[in-house]
């Protein structure tokens, strides 16, 4: 049974940053791509950034140039790096793991917050 865990969440001012791990367990295989999706307040869930098997990145507009995503496969752990925050960017982090077939696993999530 693959477990997504997320953590590095918390509270953080305008302007300030802050780094998201996912760790992966339970031996996922044929990964497809795992990825970062944010649920804002009243919002419906929304792709952030997004990493494929072979490396490449895909991130929404609002955070390009902002946020930057990586992964450590030897740990089975991915990372967002979220740099110059802005209020918008307050929600529910989920991290989302889809393999091969088409099933997604998700976590639990991880609330961020930034003051203005």
């Known amino acids: 049974?693959?477990?997504?865990?997320?953590?590095?969440?918390?509270?953080?001012?305008?302007g300030g940053s802050?780094?998201?791990?996912?760790?992966?367990?339970?031996?996922?295989?044929?990964?497809k791509t795992i990825g970062w999706y944010r649920r804002a307040p009243g919002n419906q869930r929304d792709m952030v950034a997004l990493i494929t098997s072979t490396g490449t990145t895909n991130y929404?507009?609002?955070?390009?140039?902002?946020?930057?995503?990586?992964?450590?496969?030897?740990?089975?752990t991915v990372y967002l790096q979220m740099n110059n925050l802005k209020p918008e960017d307050t929600g529910?982090?989920?991290?989302?793991?889809?393999?091969?077939?088409?099933?997604?696993?998700?976590?639990q999530g991880t609330q961020v917050t930034v003051s203005s």
């Open 1 to 14: 049974q693959v477990r997504l865990a997320e953590s590095g969440g918390g509270l953080v001012q305008a």
């Open 18 to 31: 802050m780094r998201l791990s996912c760790v992966a367990s339970g031996s996922p295989f044929s990964i």
């Open 60 to 76: 929404a507009d609002s955070v390009k140039g902002r946020f930057t995503i990586s992964r450590d496969s030897a740990e089975n």
């Open 92 to 107: 529910v982090y989920y991290c989302k793991l889809k393999v091969w077939s088409g099933f997604d696993y998700w976590g």
